[in-house]
């Protein structure tokens, strides 16, 4: 009698109607918003790499920013380019922002706007907003070469000629290097063409469901940092102490996960144990 | 919050819910969110195009009498035979002459970054330390997983073993990649949720005082 319960239970697990699934993740993602707490985060070397990198520049280097993401990777990019660029400027250091994705575009647009107020930064003088271009091969390898050939003017219409912050610079191997945050194909790109072809330093942001196919490029040296997700996100946070939604987001990241585990193992002993019936 | 954010954020409030309204089922809310935000994004794709390309590499360079740049001008105009029956044989020669282009100047710089540098990233001396430990294992489990794409052999006996560790292999990177899109995914929820909570908040707020 209690093994045939028992066998039941399993065929109700494997047959389980999807939305219970989603109603237990929503549940589990309120209990933080009600009770809220905190999960240590620890750093990675390839986040701290990245830290590094911006922390030992001196003020007045140069680094180029590319945020390439749209409105659907906000969660897991913006963070990651609220926290650097947040460092960038509490250090003077001066960044050139430049997108290859269309939509990069607002996202940059907005955080300038916000973090250009907070330390007091002016276009043209402390940072150069470039704008967007499309054919991110080509728009690399004339980077490369000089800014001007692409961007003859900034995002705003003025001529990079006449920017103060661009008189010190010709093309991308005056910076000290590149950091791309990006949701697409973009990083494939600054590998190829940005570190292939030249042969400066690129270190990339990249969303969770890119990074397992980045890490290849860290080993190999030819990116020297790498941002992962959310994860990512809150370790850069944790580094600088510049925080938006990445720490926020890790406690209930770990509860979803740790839900996300227990559907996987019922599931898979489900698996067995129905198997093994079927077999009979 | 001031009462036109009040008004954009219910706005983005009510949006969210509708796309939620999804994991119920189909149904007309999720429909019309989701092509306002498709018809939102063409939108502002073409606008932006037009004001930070199509404006100061073909109206300014005119107008300037940059005439080097007729020649790019007339080949993306030429792309636009395709529509045409008679006419559409024109546009083989942007095409042939953008595939030319990018042929040239992709393949050498791709076989140097994807396929001689992880080569030699593979390949790196081994030593008893955890590092060169780690680079034997990368090897085996490279060599293996590549066995496993070998169709002229059966996979069986030996063969069949290294190509077991070559699909353990692949096993292992695919779960990587599904632990990180799981991550991926929920930061989407969790990010919404914030804003959500944030935005009720605000919203009392708004209204008590």
């Known amino acids: 009698m209690i093994k045939e319960n028992a066998v039941d239970f399993w065929d109700k697990v494997m047959n389980l109607d999807r939305r219970w699934v989603y109603l237990s993740i929503a549940i589990v993602v309120i209990i933080p918003t009600v009770i809220p707490f905190q999960v240590p985060v620890a750093t990675t070397p390839e986040v701290k790499k990245v830290f590094n990198f911006i922390n030992r520049m001196e003020a007045g280097d140069y680094f180029y920013l590319g945020i390439d993401y749209d409105p659907s990777a906000l969660a897991e990019l913006d963070p990651m380019a609220y926290a650097i660029l947040n460092h960038a400027f509490s250090k003077d250091l001066k960044v050139v922002v430049g997108c290859l994705s269309q939509f990069g575009v607002a996202m940059a647009e907005t955080r300038l ?9 002016k276009s043209g003088i402390d940072y150069c907003f470039l704008g967007y271009r499309p054919y991110p091969a080509i728009v690399i390898l004339t980077m490369g070469v000089d800014f001007r050939v692409t961007f003859p003017l900034d995002y705003y219409g003025v001529p990079l000629d006449s920017l103060p912050v661009m008189q010190g610079i010709k093309n991308l191997m005056n910076v000290k290097g590149v950091v791309d945050i990006t949701a697409g194909n973009v990083a494939d790109f600054w590998i190829t063409y940005g570190n292939g072809r030249f042969g400066f330093p690129v270190a990339l942001g990249v ?5 397992a196919d980045y890490y290849q490029y860290l080993q190999s040296g030819q990116i020297f940092g790498l941002i992962s997700g959310i994860k990512g996100a809150a370790e850069y946070e944790e580094l600088s102490g510049f925080e938006t939604t990445g720490l926020a987001s890790i ?21 067995f144990v129905t198997r093994g019936r079927k077999k009979r | 919050m001031t009462t036109a954010e009040i008004l954009w954020n219910t706005l ?15 149904n007309p809310l999720y429909k019309f969110t989701e092509r306002l935000v498709a018809g939102v994004a063409a939108g502002y794709w073409t606008m932006l ?27 993306g105009l030429a792309m636009w035979t395709r529509f045409s029956k008679n006419y559409s044989w024109i546009s083989r020669y942007p ?7 990018s042929t040239g100047v992709s393949i050498p710089v791709y076989m140097y970054t994807s396929v001689f540098k992880q080569i030699s990233a593979t390949m790196v001396p081994f030593d008893l330390t955890y590092a060169g430990i780690n680079n034997i294992i990368v090897v085996i489990a490279v060599l293996c997983a590549l066995f496993y794409f070998f169709f002229s052999k059966e996979h069986t006996g030996t063969f069949g073993v290294i190509s077991k560790i070559g699909i353990y292999t692949l096993m292992i990177g695919f779960g990587a990649g599904f632990g990180m899109t799981v991550m991926g995914r929920v930061a989407l929820l969790v990010q919404r949720v914030i804003f ?13 005082a």
Do not use: W
Not at chain 2, 95 to 101: D, K, L, R, V, W
């Open chain 1, 207 to 211: 969303t969770g469901v890119m990074s």
């Open chain 1, 113 to 121: 706007a916000e973090l250009s107020e907070k330390y007091d930064k």
């Open chain 2, 196 to 208: 959500l909570k944030d935005y009720f908040i605000a919203l009392k707020n708004y209204f008590v």
């Open chain 1, 251 to 271: 406690p209930y990241q770990t509860l979803t996960h740790a839900i996300i585990l227990i559907f996987i193992v019922m599931s898979n002993i489900g698996y």
């Open chain 2, 49 to 75: 195009i037009y004001h930070t390309n199509f404006t100061d590499k073909v109206i300014l360079t005119m107008q300037n009498r940059q005439l080097a740049y007729i020649i790019p001008i007339l080949l």
């Open chain 2, 12 to 26: 983005a409030a009510i949006l969210t819910l509708c796309v939620f309204s999804f994991l119920i089922k189909d």
């Open chain 2, 95 to 101: 095409i042939a002459f953008y595939i030319g282009i």
